[in-house]
């Protein structure tokens, strides 16, 4: 047991005791503390019934061979697609071989393009960037597949782009967290390699970091749909508007507790709520607030002991769930 100097004079000892706890914890404890959860190798590959899916690289029957290349230092690399119906994307799943990575960070960028076979690269830029998302956790070692799971506020809608009749579409690109040229390898992303030059999926088109691109070479890609709404930032119930009576009072309700669902507050969808929720809402609410309304900000923070608690017990709910995949 501690000693007991006042609670005021031991917080910041006790939460970093608390961190260096969390950090203990196995990989998969790690990934639930972060919006984006990475998945080594899931049981279902490629998802059951994706919205999207280019090819299986790993499919020898199909191609005659798959090939990788590294994501490493500054290199992003492209895979371009078209999207027939708007969805909530909820998981996404590359063929990727991430045994020499164990690196921490990576970034995924989904960029629209106006022609998903075009054979430069000029359609990357920043002006076309339709949506980012970062993953801060450690990137697991995989041996075929890593899917990236979305929660909460990191859901996201992608809007139909793209059919028979036309070029349009989307990339997604690949790079390290930082895109640093001194960056590690965070793994090898896969593609078809196919010697015949068969083009296993006909809507779209595999670019290297320099811009070098095939049509018939295609990186394995899945999509699964969501079931959970988009949300604007902020909004812990759906209606768009970030308000005091149902959002805040969310957060309120159950601060510094550990949640499942963004409607009770965990705006950033990392299984607590906390103040990163709380300034959030506060980067998105534009009205007064009346005198009280932040009181529960000022509430105890709870013991290290109870932190790790929270911490375990996240942890445990995260892998009921990954066991149901
Ligand atoms: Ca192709
Ligand atoms: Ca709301
Ligand atoms: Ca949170």
Redo the contacts with the bound molecule.
């Keep these: 047991m501690h000693t007991s100097p006042t609670r005021r004079q031991v917080t910041t000892p006790k939460l970093l005791v608390a961190a260096a706890g969390l950090l203990a914890l196995p990989l998969l404890c790690l990934s639930a503390n972060a919006a984006v959860v990475a998945t080594a190798d899931p049981a279902d590959g490629f998802g059951e019934s994706p919205a999207i899916f280019t090819v299986d690289p790993y499919d020898t029957e199909q191609y005659s061979g798959n090939a990788q290349r590294g994501v490493a230092g500054d290199r992003r690399l492209r895979q371009t697609f078209q999207n027939p119906a708007t969805f909530n994307v909820g998981d996404i799943t590359l063929a990727f071989n991430g045994e020499s990575g164990g690196v921490t960070g990576m970034t995924v960028r989904i960029y629209e393009v106006d022609d998903v076979l075009a054979g430069g690269d000029d359609q990357f830029s920043p002006a076309n960037l339709f949506r980012e998302l970062t993953y801060d956790g450690v990137v697991p070692d995989s041996a075929t597949h890593l899917r990236l799971s979305l929660t909460g506020a990191t859901v996201f809608s992608l809007l139909a782009r793209g059919s028979e009749s036309d070029s349009l579409g989307y990339a997604i690109e690949l790079s390290t967290r930082f895109s640093s040229p001194s960056d590690p390898s965070i793994g090898l992303l896969t593609f078809t390699n196919d010697s015949e030059g068969n083009d296993g999926y006909a809507n779209g088109r595999y670019y290297t970091e320099s811009g070098a691109s095939n049509s018939a070479r295609d990186v394995g890609l899945s999509f699964l749909v969501s079931t959970q709404p988009t949300f604007l930032p902020g ?9 005091i009576e ?2 805040l009072q969310a957060i309120a309700t159950n601060f510094r507790q550990t949640v499942v669902d963004i409607a009770s507050g965990d705006l950033n969808g990392d299984t607590l709520v906390d103040f990163d929720d709380f300034q959030i809402w506060k980067d998105n609410y534009t009205g007064p607030v009346p005198a009280g309304a932040l009181a529960f900000l000022t509430v105890p923070e709870p013991t290290a002991a109870a932190v790790a608690a929270f911490g375990v017990i996240g942890c445990a709910a995260r892998r009921r769930r990954d066991s149901r995949r």
């Design positions: 909004d812990t119930n759906g209606d768009n508007i970030v308000d149902t959002d």
